[in-house]
């Protein structure tokens, strides 16, 4: 069965982005995974719980601080490709304002290159695309609109177990998706949506099948 692997930097990202769209999917029965490249012991509780309200199949955390982040983290991200087996990674855009969100977004690309190589990997996985999300920077000129009007209570819920974050920002992340929630659904003429971009891999690894096709249509 088709999967999905949402790749994170930080516990809460995954609710703030795509709680909505991950709930919708899981409702759907296709499986979703959350992978978080930080976390420490009282936040990754929290997400633990955010992922409950959110259906997530398999969770990996992490125990790393919230700024170290950086490209030695493509074999962890390689891994959970090769035991998740997603269709399709949704992870952060790289027009975040947030540097940790940017960098996560560029490690999730070349890990999906690398996870596609069978001359490495005996158990290589193809992802066929990656969808990337707004957390807090909206994308300018989003590609896909995913309806979450059913799920959006499910989201809010898991946002609401980010106690920690909420506290420290007096509950602007609540907020924030509220109104984003509520204007990507006025633009796709439904009641509430998640915005994301949509990234081809760039090579998707040497002699697949699929590198070749009869036809463009």
């Known amino acids: 069965m088709s999967s999905i692997l949402v790749v994170v930097a930080h516990p809460d990202d995954e609710s703030l982005g795509a709680g909505g769209t991950i709930r919708k999917h899981a409702d759907l029965g296709i499986p979703v995974d959350v992978h978080c490249m ?11 719980a955010a992922c409950s309200h959110l259906g997530v199949r398999n969770l990996f955390q992490s125990d790393r601080d919230d ?3 950086d490209m030695s983290l493509r074999n962890e991200v390689i891994g959970a490709i090769l035991k998740s087996r997603p269709k399709i990674v949704i992870t952060h855009f790289l027009g975040d304002y947030n540097v940790n969100h940017q960098q996560c977004a560029q ?3 070349d890990a999906v290159e690398w ?7 005996e158990n290589a996985h193809r992802v066929e695309r990656i969808y990337n999300m707004e957390v807090n920077t909206m994308i300018s000129r989003p590609h896909v609109f995913v309806d979450v009007s059913k799920t959006y209570k499910y989201a809010i819920g898991a946002i609401k177990e980010h106690k920690s974050q909420l506290q420290k920002t007096d509950f602007f992340y609540e ?9 990507r659904g006025a633009q796709s003429k439904c009641e509430r949506a998640e915005a994301f971009s949509i990234t081809l891999p760039e090579h998707a690894g040497p002699f697949y099948k699929e590198n070749s096709v009869e036809s463009l249509l």
Not at 38 to 48: D, H, I, P, Q, V
Not at 115 to 121: D, V
Not at 175 to 183: F, G, I, V
Request: charged share 25%; hydrophobic share 45%.
């Open 67 to 69: 700024f170290a982040i």
């Open 38 to 48: 930080t976390g420490n012991e009282a936040r990754n509780s929290e997400l633990k």
């Open 115 to 121: 996870a596609s190589h069978i001359t490495l990997f």
């Open 175 to 183: 907020k924030l998706y509220d109104a984003r929630t509520r204007l």
């Open 107 to 109: 490690i999730v690309f």
